[in-house]
């Protein structure tokens, strides 16, 4: 399973997504587990991440990235700054 970043995305991609009308998530400076029962697609606004998935690789993400969690995928989020992010489950 595989966390899929793709920094500093064209806009015309972005507006093809749509990304600008998904609904936003806002959260603060914390650590906890999480599970995917769905593939997520979302855009940082604002903050810094690590996301460990479990027995895997940590990726870091922020700012201006375009970030796929897949779906089934449990994981650590680690907010190292606060987030506001759009997002979409598919």
Do not use: R
């Not at 796929?68 to 987030?83: K, L, N, Q, R, Y």
């Amino acid at each position: 399973m595989e966390i899929k970043v793709v920094h500093q995305p064209n806009i015309a991609h972005l507006n093809e997504l749509d990304v600008f009308n998904w609904p936003i998530w806002e959260k603060e400076i914390s650590k906890f587990s999480w599970t995917y029962d769905d593939q997520e697609t979302c855009y940082f606004l604002e903050g810094n991440v690590v996301v460990t998935p479990d027995g895997g690789q940590a990726v870091q993400m922020g700012k201006g990235d375009l970030v796929t969690f897949p779906a089934g995928m449990s994981c650590t989020w680690e907010i190292t700054s606060d987030v506001k992010k759009h997002y979409c489950f598919d």
